[in-house]
Every structure is written in C-alpha cells, then in structure tokens.
C-alpha cells in the first residue's frame, strides 16, 4: 500500500474504527532515507493511535540498522514486509521474494528483533507459488525468533493480487503457531471478514485495497463482528465530509503540488459508485490548484444532494 496509506490515510482509517494502521513500506538503505518521500513516510509528528512502521530489504544487518532508525523517529512496532510481491521490490530479493530462503528469513527476522526493544511482527504471503506455499515454515521460524504477531496475505508471490485468496494455508498457519495470526487477502465486507474469522480461526483481520476510498469499512466490520447487525451505508452528507476532511489533509501534508497529484487517486475511489461514468473525475483530474480542487468537490456534491 505504498503511496497509500501515508499518515492522512491512516489517521482517517484509525478514526474511522481500524485497531492498526500500519505505515507505507520504507527500504532498509540508508542512502534513500533523506529523499523527500521518504523522510514524508517517516513522519509521525501527532499522529494518534500506535505507530507502526514497516520496513523492507534483504540485508540482515541493514535491516537491523533500518529498525533502530526508524524505532528513534517514533515507530512503536516495527514491522517486516515478506509479503510484497512488486517486481522492483523482489528483484532486489526483498519482500516476497524471501520466502524462497528460509535461512536468510530466519537471519532477517533475528536481526531486526535482536536490534530493538519494540515487539516486532511480520507479513508474508502463502509462499512463492502454488507449489511453494511454505507460509507454515516461515511462520514457525518467526515464531521462534521472537515475532509478536504475523500477518498472511491468501495468495502466493507469483499470484501477485490475480484470482480468489485462500484461506486454507492460514488456517494452518494459525493451528501452527501460537502468536496471534492477522488474516489477509480480499476481505471486502463485514460478511467477508467474519467467514475468514471463523474458517482460519485468525485473531485478526487486515484491510487493504477496500479500504481505498471506503476507510469506514472499519467500523463497519468492527460492529457487524460485535453486534451481527450491518451499518447502514454512510449518507452521501457524510461521504462528503469524510472524503472533502482527507483532501485538505492531503494537501497540507504534502503541498501544493503532491499535495493535488495525489488527491486524485483517492478522489477516484470514493466517487466510483456515484461518479458511474468518470466524468466529473476526469475534469477533477485536470485540476492543478488545491482550491480549484476543494471547489469542484464542493461543486459535485451539492448536484448530488
């Protein structure tokens, strides 16, 4: 979720119910830690809730290193990505890549914990391909070396986010282990969420891509999980307010120039079950000034009511 779940994503998700907001993905090599993006993702000035911060590489020692960094700029918990499966992410052997290696995972993942004195926790995925899913060797081998907590997304490194997730391969990794087990992997609704709870017998659920442009999936799991019930669906005087809150949110964080390139994307998501056809997002995207932004938003939604 790099390029996503930057620190006004991640607070409106926190509001809106999520228990853990995890940061966007940060290299373990030093010479990329002064860049602008990411000295952005590194920013956790009032942020509320724990800070968790995850971070990937493929060299024990500059992971370490990375930890302990990131661990003085406020991270709370410090967590390793094994679970991306971009090409420019594995090709420098990060990532998903990893569970390929068992032995550099277990040297990885031995480092990092021995590095700092924040709980430490893991994603993966099921494995490299359909024929290597080995998610319950390596969730064994954090176990042992001291992960407080592994999150498993339900497809394998070759099957990028293509086909179903299953869910099997977690059930097993949960049976497997005994640290908490987060299950993740195309749960989009609150039905979804309880059906991956009780056949994988996860202590958790993790949230990606359904989160974009609906951060209230959130509190709507969290209260059907509580209650059985279903939320009504937000009124469109409260999509408006939630998404007009985490455009300003935006621009003040990264200015009058990212600021507006990377609303769009996220206007995008939250207009694409009222903006049917992508009209009103294809002028919005023409847009370059935040006020003409905030005005056009204004716009859109009182033709909407």
């Given at each position: 979720?790099?390029?996503?779940?930057?620190?006004?994503?991640?607070?409106l998700?926190?509001?809106?119910?999520?228990?853990?907001?995890?940061?966007?993905?940060?290299?373990?090599?030093?010479?990329?830690?002064?860049?602008?993006?990411?000295?952005?993702?590194?920013?956790?000035?009032?942020?509320?809730?724990?800070?968790?911060?995850?971070?990937?590489?493929?060299?024990p020692?500059?992971?370490?290193?990375?930890?302990?960094?990131?661990?003085?700029?406020?991270a709370q918990?410090?967590?390793?990505?094994?679970?991306?499966?971009?090409?420019?992410v594995?090709?420098?052997?990060a990532?998903?890549?990893?569970?390929?290696?068992?032995?550099?995972?277990?040297?990885?993942?031995?480092?990092?914990?021995?590095?700092?004195?924040?709980?430490?926790?893991?994603k993966?995925?099921?494995?490299?391909?359909?024929?290597?899913?080995?998610?319950?060797?390596?969730?064994?081998?954090?176990?042992?070396?001291?992960?407080?907590?592994?999150?498993?997304?339900?497809r394998?490194?070759?099957?990028?986010?293509?086909?179903?997730?299953?869910?099997?391969?977690?059930?097993?990794?949960?049976?497997?282990?005994?640290i908490?087990?987060?299950?993740?992997?195309?749960?989009?609704?609150p039905?979804?969420?309880?059906?991956?709870?009780?056949?994988?017998?996860?202590?958790?659920?993790?949230?990606?891509?359904?989160?974009?442009?609906?951060?209230?999936?959130?509190?709507?799991?969290?209260?059907?999980?509580?209650?059985?019930?279903l939320?009504?669906?937000?009124?469109?005087?409260?999509?408006?307010?939630?998404?007009?809150e985490?455009?300003?949110?935006?621009?003040?964080?990264?200015?009058?120039?990212?600021?507006?390139?990377?609303?769009?994307?996220?206007?995008?998501?939250?207009?694409?079950?009222?903006?049917?056809?992508?009209?009103?997002r294809?002028?919005?995207?023409?847009?370059?000034?935040?006020?003409?932004?905030?005005?056009?938003?204004?716009?859109?939604?009182?033709?909407l009511?």
């Amino acid at each position: 979720m790099a390029g996503i779940t930057d620190r006004p994503f991640r607070q409106l998700c926190r509001r809106l119910g999520a228990g853990l907001a995890v940061s966007e993905m940060l290299s373990s090599n030093p010479k990329v830690w002064r860049t602008e993006k990411s000295m952005s993702r590194m920013d956790h000035s009032g942020e509320s809730g724990i800070r968790s911060v995850q971070i990937a590489g493929a060299d024990p020692e500059l992971m370490a290193q990375a930890a302990q960094y990131n661990v003085t700029n406020g991270a709370q918990i410090v967590d390793i990505n094994m679970g991306c499966p971009a090409k420019k992410v594995n090709k420098k052997l990060a990532g998903s890549a990893l569970l390929q290696y068992p032995d550099l995972v277990d040297e990885i993942i031995k480092a990092v914990v021995n590095a700092v004195d924040v709980p430490v926790t893991l994603k993966i995925r099921t494995g490299w391909d359909t024929d290597n899913r080995n998610g319950v060797e390596i969730a064994k081998i954090a176990e042992q070396n001291g992960i407080q907590s592994l999150a498993v997304h339900g497809r394998t490194r070759a099957c990028m986010y293509k086909g179903q997730a299953e869910y099997q391969t977690i059930k097993d990794i949960k049976r497997s282990v005994s640290i908490p087990v987060v299950a993740n992997g195309d749960i989009d609704s609150p039905q979804k969420a309880k059906q991956v709870l009780d056949f994988t017998g996860a202590d958790a659920v993790m949230i990606g891509r359904a989160a974009q442009g609906r951060p209230w999936i959130f509190r709507e799991i969290d209260h059907y999980l509580k209650t059985g019930e279903l939320l009504a669906v937000p009124a469109i005087s409260e999509v408006r307010t939630i998404l007009m809150e985490h455009l300003i949110n935006l621009h003040l964080f990264y200015g009058d120039v990212m600021g507006v390139r990377i609303a769009r994307k996220h206007v995008g998501w939250y207009l694409q079950t009222h903006d049917r056809d992508g009209q009103f997002r294809r002028v919005f995207n023409a847009l370059d000034e935040q006020q003409a932004q905030i005005d056009a938003l204004e716009k859109y939604f009182e033709t909407l009511d």
